[in-house]
């Protein structure tokens, strides 16, 4: 599967392709499959996003997850900060990236 | 320190207020990313793996009490209560908003402050000895000679647009405390043989995927003849540096291609051409600068201080660095607890050390390269007040040198760049020697690790180095020995196959084994390897 990220313009934030919007959270993300391009374009253009690109992902336990690591910490934040990711009340969270 | 005139000011401000109009027609569509990225570049603004992210300059490392504690002001107001001081001198904020950008470089211009060229195809921050104006072994003050590059090389027309980036350190002394050779032009201030003070040049040194090491292109330059050799050198580079291929566009790899002579003989040429239009400051802008970096008033006091606690007495031989004058010393305060992130220091931190550098160090820091803060000028008589302080706060680590003073990029875990992540290898390394108890025995032993090829933690040149890849998408670290970004400046040689993330920790284990079973009376880890070579530490790795 394809997902499609880039970063709030404004807040430089990482974001995540919905379907119809941008989220921080990855487990909002949906497969933009072949049109991952062309959305970028218009969300682009729209200023919903900078400069936006796919990446590949896998389904797992029925959530996205990126295939490659730097994904995988863009999706999540510092695994050495663990305080300032998305999820800073997680004891597993390093699990879920590396 | 260097202090703002009115037109410095005025043109900072300016930019500030250029970049605020910039940054509203970003947000508003009217520019694209395409043509906004190159105006936030130049203004120190990226956008690497989480937010945009900001270098500060700090030029060649010095800050007064005042600037530090604008720099935790802004962690505290813009990021997220904390900075990361570089292996350039400078600090970087890993989360800041675009919206707040103009804002935040208002509040650093109110300090005589900005993140103008260090990003960019132009002379970047010029870096010098994080001892200068308190070393006992320097000839003279580096900083006035790099504070007159500063002023020559700040918005320079002609070289805003080179073929790559171009960095410059400045040192005085015959310790190599800045890595000059490895900089793309090193200047060592000099004497001849009448005494006079001049400079030797060094032109193509550089780390990244490329390393090389300067060669020397001219042993003396006059003083008055200063800005003008360097002009000679951009020139020529400028000229004939590769723009395309961003890989081969830096100056070491002209100067290489051409040959240090015939690069010199191109230099010698341009400088001869130099000389006729006048374009070198007067001697007196020179002695006007020095001034702004005239001693602070030490006065006499002890010489020696009570070290009966054995933490302090650690501290004190470890940390604290001899003098020109003998009632003092410079202190360095550890950016690198045991288990910590290498050159992050939270506001109140940062506010903390700012206190510290008006009580003890007549109100000034310095940043090193290798990420720890340095007060300058401290009494011998308060260094116990000092210590005591700075233990409390965490930054009391007795490790200036060893193993445990990592340096360590930001690697995959900030950097847009990176292949592997650096910090938790160094964080891993840390607990390890600091539980084993080997980092006393040890002794000088520099670490550097980087998580990608572009080298920003100085791997090449470290007595272990660490390079962290990508194998197939897997982080995988190979190991380098035998580098030295010190007056024995060297590369460092790969190993062999590079190991895992929990691999290269035992790896550095091993190979610290191998010097301590081999190393002679008064040997470091860097002479005992370069004694008996490379193949003892194959043989214990790989078998």
């Known amino acids: 599967m394809k997902l499609l990220t880039g970063n709030d313009l404004k807040t430089g934030a990482v974001t995540w392709w919905t379907g119809h919007d941008w989220s921080i959270h990855i487990e909002d993300a949906i497969n933009a499959g072949d049109r991952a391009d062309e959305i970028a374009r218009r ?31 863009r999706a999540l934040g510092p695994t050495v900060r663990p305080d300032l990711t998305l999820k800073p009340a997680d004891p597993d969270h390093r699990e879920w990236v590396i | 320190m260097y202090l703002y005139d009115k037109y410095d000011q005025a043109m900072v401000d300016a930019r500030v207020e250029e970049f605020r109009d910039q940054a509203r027609r970003r947000l508003e ?12 570049l130049m203004n120190g603004l990226y956008l690497q793996l989480h937010a945009y992210m900001l270098r500060v300059a700090i030029p060649y490392g010095t800050l007064n009490g005042a600037q530090m504690h604008a720099l935790a002001d802004i962690a505290d107001k813009y990021d997220r209560g904390y900075g990361h001081f570089t292996t350039r001198q400078n600090i970087q904020y890993n989360w800041i908003k ?70 410059i350190a400045v040192i005085a002394s015959d310790k190599d405390r800045a890595a000059m050779r490895l ?34 292109i001219r042993e003396f330059v006059p003083l008055d ?5 360097s002009e000679a050198c951009l020139r ?28 010199t003989r191109q230099v010698e040429e341009e400088f001869a051409h130099l000389q006729q239009q006048g374009i070198e400051p007067p001697l007196a802008e020179l002695e ?37 004058h003998d009632a003092h010393v410079s202190a360095v305060i550890s950016l690198k607890p045991i288990g910590g992130i290498p050159g992050d220091a939270s506001a109140d931190q940062m506010h903390l050390m700012a206190e510290l550098a008006k009580q003890y160090s007549f109100d000034e820091l310095r940043v090193m390269h290798t990420q720890n803060i340095v007060l300058p000028h401290v009494r011998i008589a308060d260094l116990p007040a000092l210590w005591a302080r700075l233990d409390e706060a965490g930054l009391g680590a007795p490790n200036l040198d060893t193993i445990e003073d990592i340096i360590a990029c930001p690697g995959l875990d900030y950097c847009s760049l990176a292949n592997a992540r650096s910090i938790p290898v160094a964080q891993k390394i840390s607990e390890r020697f600091s539980a084993n108890g080997k980092t006393a025995a040890l002794g000088e032993l520099k670490l550097k690790i980087s998580g990608c090829i572009n080298a920003c933690g100085h791997h090449h040149a470290g007595h272990i180095g660490i390079l962290g890849v990508d194998k197939k998408g897997v982080e995988n670290y190979q190991l380098l020995l035998g580098g030295s970004e010190a007056e024995d400046v060297a590369l460092g040689k790969i190993t062999g196959p590079g190991f895992s993330e929990d691999g290269i920790v035992d790896a550095v284990e091993t190979a610290a084994d191998v010097y301590l079973r081999e190393r002679s009376d008064g040997e470091r880890f860097l002479d005992t390897y370069r ?10 790795l790989y078998g």
């Open chain 2, 98 to 167: 675009l919206e707040e950008a103009a804002d935040l470089l208002s509040d650093l211009a109110k300090v005589e402050m900005h993140a103008i060229q260090t990003s960019g195809n132009c002379i970047r921050n010029i870096s010098s000895d994080h001892f200068a104006g308190a070393a006992a072994d320097e000839l003279v003050d580096p900083r006035p000679y790099a504070e007159l590059l500063r002023q020559w090389s700040s918005f320079h027309p002609e070289f805003s647009y080179l073929p790559r980036k171009f960095k």
């Open chain 2, 531 to 540: 004694r008996i070579g490379i193949d003892p530490f194959k043989e214990a």
């Open chain 2, 29 to 40: 569509g009217k520019l694209t990313e395409d043509q906004f990225k190159p105006l936030r």
């Open chain 2, 288 to 324: 006007r600068l020095k001034t702004y970096f005239a001693d602070p008033p030490f006065d006499d006091g002890p010489k020696t201080v009570d070290r009966s606690d054995p933490d302090f007495a650690l501290w004190v031989d470890r940390n604290t660095i001899r003098h020109k």
């Open chain 1, 43 to 73: 969300e682009e253009a729209a200023r919903r996003v900078n400069a936006p690109y796919a990446v590949d992902a896998e389904q797992r336990d029925g959530k996205p997850r990126p295939l490659h690591i730097k994904e995988r910490i």
């Open chain 2, 236 to 263: 020529v580079y400028n000229r004939y540096g590769r723009r395309d291929n961003k890989y081969k566009a830096r100056i070491k790899i002209l100067v290489h291609e051409l040959g240090a002579e015939e690069y």
């Open chain 2, 183 to 216: 900089h793309d032009i090193g200047i060592r201030i000099v004497q001849n043989e009448a005494g006079e003070p001049g400079a030797a040049f060094y032109v193509g040194g550089g780390m990244g995927r490329t390393p090389m090491i300067a060669p020397c």
């Open chain 2, 225 to 229: 003849q200063l800005v003008t050799y």
